[in-house]
């Protein structure tokens, strides 16, 4: 017996349990003694019945990611499921927690599964680059449908347990002890006798599929792949099932899957995957972290309010300060009515509607924020008022409290000098709209303490962001990447591009939309004043902010709109403005192509990451790759800036820089040292640690 695999009988029903902390993955170090535990089981005469169920926090959440890559050993998650199909006595499957992936598909090798009530069952194969290698596309459809299997595989996005028992993937749903049911569940199937039909030769469900009906659902998510492959072969598996004998589409499942495992998107979204996890790791474990239990917010304008509402998402109760009774009214308006929209959707219910407003307290007075344990301010983006708020602050927060500046550009050293208390001072960089978007910069600044960092780290998994430590310098790592990005903006369209042009050489390579779609859906009146403040010009965007073209919000910025429609429509009189300004500066224009926009975008994105990382404002390259993921829409097939660098070959794009740094003489194309090292050396180098 292994440590990782035990039996023990139960009145004459086997129990096999997996221990594999921290999610039980099927690590071969699992595997191996599963498989030779069920073969002895097969045959002893004692053990009438077979319930699997794990140690721990989980049922099995899937393979070992850290295994793809490397050679498979023996045996293999197909051969267990193949043996458990051959075992003639019921087996069942005892799931709580998550039952993922190679996870599922194990429960998927059984006659029966029992969840507890608050289980989650899934094959997020798909989010790793992947698709579900263990016989999931084949069997799933054959218990909950052709339909509901290719939405659960093409989403990787898990179902609850009552949905699973509704679409037939679990036979019970217990509320008590699972293993006791489980069990009782495995008996009375023994006493009720055979034959147990396994759920390879289960076809009723498939018979009657509408394969017209199937193509059209799986076109329709064709249409929202950008360029990612698994999404796509998830769904020829599925078809594979409806159209080919079980062994035919099976084996399809395998090659579609080998092909995925070892391509470049699948080692980019695993790179993501264990990137993320990473960056939420501070130095110094046992630091003692503060309780944090209220959270204040000063502003209840765009960004205060979506970033109370991603305290009150998580259930923390948030005071929200104004400095009118008129502002705190629109504010809470607001987010009262962004609840309503959610609940008429159906991603809220009534219930839960009310509880999360019930989390809400307005006020215009600073002493009422005397209670809270972190105090986020998300006032106008002005040092000035900056630290005349943080002034304040200091005066009635509670010793102890956290303080954070929600900042996007600002020295969080200078603001945090302000007050008596550096130590608790951080930046909080929330992106919007803050109730939906992931990624959050912690911004920690020369005095931060550590414990301060650590606690906030942790608040941000416990309100679902994933959180990133960077260090102070101005935009920290992404809007100062974003800066480098667009810098040649302009310089491409005097030259001879149109924003359309610029704009699909990005969609093409995976963004969702290109800078200047993405100007005017921001609104490029931001961007003005931001320059204005920095005594900074643009020739072009200037222009149009002169003329009261902002973008969207005002039916024309970059692109001309419809009246309120979103769908950018290319316009004449900002082809021909450029133009102007071309021939104002004598620029002599030409084609550019799609290739010389990347050159000139990404590459100098790729280089100022470089500068970041040997800076040490970000610690580690992965942290600047789930910053540009989660923050900007990077292509998650591409793995980040930094991982496809390596990608796209780290020799060319410093040579490529290099041609560019010649002929323009700009400082964004000369080549950083940490980029020259990367090239030679194939790895990026980094702190390690938090910043
Ligand atoms: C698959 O199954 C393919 C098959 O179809 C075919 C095979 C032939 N492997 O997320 P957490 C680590 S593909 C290895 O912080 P949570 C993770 O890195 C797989 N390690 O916990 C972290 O390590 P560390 C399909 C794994 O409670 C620690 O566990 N399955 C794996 O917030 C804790 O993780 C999936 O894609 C793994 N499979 O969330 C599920 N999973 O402490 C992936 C986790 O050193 N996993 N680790 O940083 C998850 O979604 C979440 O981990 C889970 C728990 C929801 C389970």
Redesign the pocket.
Known sequence: MSSSVSVANDNGVAVVTIDNP??N?LSFHVRKPLYEALTALRDDPAARAIVIACAGR?FV??????EFGKPVEQP??RAIIALLETIAKPTVAAIHG?A???GL?LALGCHFRVAEKSAKLGL??V??G?L???G?TVRLPRLVSAAKALAMIVSGTPISAGEAKAAGLVDDVVDSDLLVEAVRFASEMADRGGPFVPVRDRNDRLAGTDLAAFDAQAADLAKKVRGLEAPLACAEAVRNAITLPFDEALAAERQL?LKLVSGDQSRAQRHLF?AE?EAAKIPGKDLQKRQIARVGIIGAGTMGGGIAMAFANGGLPVTLLETSEEALRRGLATIEKNYAVSVSRGSLTEEARRKRLELFKGSTDYADLAGCDLIIEAVFEDMAVKKDVFGRLDAVARPGAILATNTSYLDVNEIAASTSRPQDVLGMHFFSPANVMKLLEIVRAEKTAPEVLATVTDLARRIGKVAVVVGVCHGFVGNRMLSARGAENEALLLEGATPAQVDKAFTDFGWPMGPFQMGDLAGLDIGWRNRKARGQTALIADKLCEQGHFGQKTGSGWYRYESGAREPIADPEVEALIRAKAAELGIARREIGAEEIIERTLYPLVNEGAKILAEGIAARASDIDVVWVNGYGFPIGKGGPMFWAGLAGAGKIVERLEYWHRRTGRAIFEPAPALRRFAETGAWEGAGGAP
């Open positions: 921290p999610v993955a989980t959440a899937g393979a070992d990611i850290t293999e998650l998550t993922l992936g190679g598909e997020p194969e989010k790793l992947l579900p290698g263990g999931g899957f264990f996890r």
